[in-house]
């Protein structure tokens, strides 16, 4: 489904630069770069989704970055219910793993930094 493609060869230079600047940003796992090459690409809808989905989870698990995640819920169009809805199935497996959070300045699991961050989705 992401793997990576060789260009086809029908295509211009241009288009074959972000083709190839896609399979960069799939291989770095930088799905925000990703998404964005996906829709210049024209991917099919499920694929922009899935990347989508991929960067939010990225921001949240990965990085504790509570900004950034309402940042892209806002450019994807996602409403509340749906942000709250992708919150509670990332609860659900949560790892006890906990990470420090610069704003509580304490070292939260996940389900207790999204409950700290954004309760009002859940």
């Given amino acids: 489904m992401l793997a ?8 211009n ?3 074959q630069k972000i083709v190839r600047e896609f399979e960069e940003a799939l291989r770095l796992k930088n799905f925000v770069r990703a998404e964005l090459l996906a829709r210049q690409l024209k991917k ?3 694929e922009i989704k899935e990347l989508q ?3 939010l989870q990225q921001f949240i698990v990965e990085f504790r970055n509570a ?5 892209l819920a806002q450019e994807y169009k996602l409403t509340p219910a749906e942000l ?3 919150f509670r199935q ?3 497996p949560s790892p006890s793993t906990k990470q420090f959070d610069i704003k509580t300045m304490n070292f939260l699991n ?12 859940l």
């Fill in 4 to 11: 990576p493609q060789s260009p086809p060869p029908s295509i």
């Fill in 13 to 15: 230079k241009e288009e």
């Fill in 44 to 46: 099919p809808h499920q």
């Fill in 53 to 55: 989905k991929k960067a």
């Fill in 67 to 71: 900004e950034g995640v309402l940042a």
């Fill in 84 to 86: 709250g809805s992708f």
């Fill in 90 to 92: 990332l609860m659900s």
């Fill in 110 to 121: 996940l389900q207790e930094w999204l409950q700290k961050h954004f309760s009002s989705f």
